[in-house]
């Protein structure tokens, strides 16, 4: 096992950089990219870095040398024989050759396009444009990269010793969450972490503990390399990227109102079993829920990833019999701020009433909370999101209006055309 504070210490660029292939990525990214450039192979987009928490002022503790080499890295990096071998090859879900020869041409000869980098009021302005399929690939190495960049600035003035106790007092952090977590009956549970873990090294420690540690009740990562290099399964289906630019896409209200099912109708057409989990929240999911087609009813299950979690599955519940449908055979993957208390608390209150997954992300991959003097290394909420379509503005609208995004006008007209009301507004944790 990787010494990783030893290996922190002495730290080697070309032994560590900090995104490593071009399947250090999230699985979904793949699933989704392979969609797009099937669909919207054209489509002209903007992906822009979004730091939720002002008070982590990124530009002043990154040197912008450091992220302009870590970026251009990115830049050169390129699908090894290996992975292309294990993409086309290896079963996902079930399925064998998941992705399609003319994907796997595709992205074998792919290498990621420019990016945009500024500083503005002790924050970087990074955004990437392109067509779809290429930018969409940028987001979850560059969260990476700034994440990852912000722990070795902390970490920078730490000795070998103090790094070593750091390292060690999180991993009996970690333990101590496995521990609690051995005890639930019936846990299902996957790494989400790669967008805003620590680092690469730690992430991979973190994914090893909970095989050992959770053995069967662990049931893979979000991480392709991770999958890949560990033997393990390949967690993910689709996210909020794919409804926001549809929408930004329609030229009328009615086109709006009908994007977020035509996103699902092209993945009907591609995937089945597992792969078919509704996100329902990107406008508001009551309302999409309430206008859904009756074949959505069939599918597998929901992801909650916004607002308050419990309702967000009482309400698929209550839609699923609605439809007629038997919630107990369905699917409810909860993924929005998870730690362990959260997780114990979910998994009590609908266990048995359906089926229950967890999707483990940051406080999985990045809880060095109460753990450096000044909390320094406190993980923040940084995202990197589709900014526009074709010219267009993309609007976000959640289920928690904390994570909305979108210019002021475009919001007011979605929340008109998807009939969204009064919200609550909630922390945003990470």
Sequence with gaps: MVDIATRVHNHNWKIDPIVRSLIDNDFYKLLMCQSVLRNKPDTQVTFSLINRTKAIRLAEIIDEGELREQLDHVRSLSLSRGEGTWLRGNTFYGKRQMFRPDFMEWF?????????????????ELTFEGTWPEVMLWEIPALAVLMELRSRAVLKGMGKFELQVLYARAMAKLWEKIERLKRIEGLRLADFGTRRRHSFLWQDWCVQALVEGLGPAFVGTSNCRIALRRDLDAIGTNAHELPMVYAALADTDEDLAAAPYRVLADW????????????????GSQGFLDRAPDWLSGWTGVRVDSGDPARGAEIAIRWWKQRGEDPRQKLIIFS?????EKIEELHAQFYGRV???????????????????????APFSLV???????????????????KAMGPTEEIARYKRVFGVGAQEELAVQV
């Design 268 to 283: 009907h057409e591609e995937h089945s079993g597992n792969l078919r989990i509704i996100l329902p929240d990107t406008f």
């Design 384 to 402: 990197c999101k589709a900014a526009a379509a074709d010219g267009r503005p993309t609007v976000k609208l959640s289920d928690n209006p904390r």
């Design 108 to 124: 074998e000869k792919l290498r990621l396009p420019p990016y945009y980098l500024e500083k503005r009021d002790g924050q970087y």
């Design 355 to 377: 089926k229950v997954s967890f999707g483990w992300g940051t406080l999985l991959t990045n809880d060095f909370r109460g753990l450096t003097p000044g909390n320094r290394l």
């Design 336 to 340: 929005d701020g998870l730690d362990v």
